[in-house]
T-cell receptor, first 114, second 114 residues
Framework: AQSVTQLGSHVSVSEGALVLLRCNYSSSVPPYLFWYVQYPNQGLQLLLKYTTGATLVKGINGFEAEFKKSETSFHLTKPSAHMSDAAEYFCAVSFSGGYQKVTFGTGTKLQVIP | KAGVTQTPRYLIKTRGQQVTLSCSPISGHRSVSWYQQTPGQGLQFLFEYFSETQRNKGNFPGRFSGRQFSNSRSEMNVSTLELGDSALYLC?????????????FGPGTRLTVL
């Protein structure tokens, strides 16, 4: 079965500092990997996704993530945090083939300190 | 282009009642997925519909059911409500429902069971 582990339910960074949100997955077949962001009282918005090809994926709002098969990781980074980045972030995994049945991580709440 | 809409946004019910939630996907999207989000269990996949057919189902009891209409609008129903059904119910749509498709989420329906 596929699973996702997000290390750290809460992460605090200073404005302008590097953002690093960790995600490790478990999958016996090549995964598709996603990062979503959720602002209070809103649904989820896709930040970026890895399906095939280039392992460094660039997304919206300056975020990027790198798929590392050897480490089974898909960490999310942003060079410089903005106050508007404060939100909850979810890593998710699904399998190639078949249809939507995405498994989400437990989420990481990002706090940006001015 | 209008986003995914969910109605109602907030709902309060009592134990034993039933409830129906509605989701209108983005125009042209034929796949609709439903998720339950709770603080304790996080985001969990309920089911996915495509062309009025349920293609995938998560691990939820039979009290949770859904359907999709010919215009791709979807409803989910929960019968005999329990306190533990209190959650944010999210709907997501995509063109085909394939794993590589981007899912677009609605703002959710917050259900409170008293």
């Amino acid at each position: 079965a596929q699973s996702v582990t997000q290390l750290g339910s809460h992460v605090s960074v200073s404005e302008g500092a590097l953002v690093l949100l960790r995600c490790n997955y478990s999958s016996s077949v090549p995964p598709y990997l996603f990062w979503y962001v959720q602002y209070p009282n809103q649904g989820l918005q896709l930040l970026l996704k890895y399906t095939t090809g280039a392992t460094l994926v660039k997304g919206i709002n300056g975020f990027e993530a790198e798929f590392k098969k050897s480490e089974t990781s898909f960490h999310l980074t942003k060079p410089s945090a903005h106050m508007s980045d404060a939100a909850e972030y979810f890593c998710a995994v699904s399998f190639s083939g078949g249809y939507q049945k995405v498994t989400f991580g437990t989420g990481t709440k990002l706090q940006v300190i001015p | 282009k209008a986003g995914v809409t969910q109605t109602p946004r907030y709902l309060i019910k009592t134990r034993g009642q039933q409830v129906t939630l509605s989701c209108s996907p983005i125009s042209g999207h034929r796949s609709v997925s439903w998720y339950q989000q709770t603080p304790g269990q996080g985001l969990q996949f309920l089911f996915e519909y495509f062309s009025e057919t349920q293609r995938n189902k998560g691990n939820f009891p039979g009290r949770f059911s859904g359907r999709q209409f010919s215009n791709s609008r979807s409803e989910m129903n929960v019968s005999t409500l329990e306190l533990g059904d209190s959650a944010l119910y999210l709907c997501a749509s995509s063109f085909t429902g394939r794993q590589t498709d981007t899912q677009y989420f609605g703002p959710g329906t917050r259900l409170t069971v008293l």
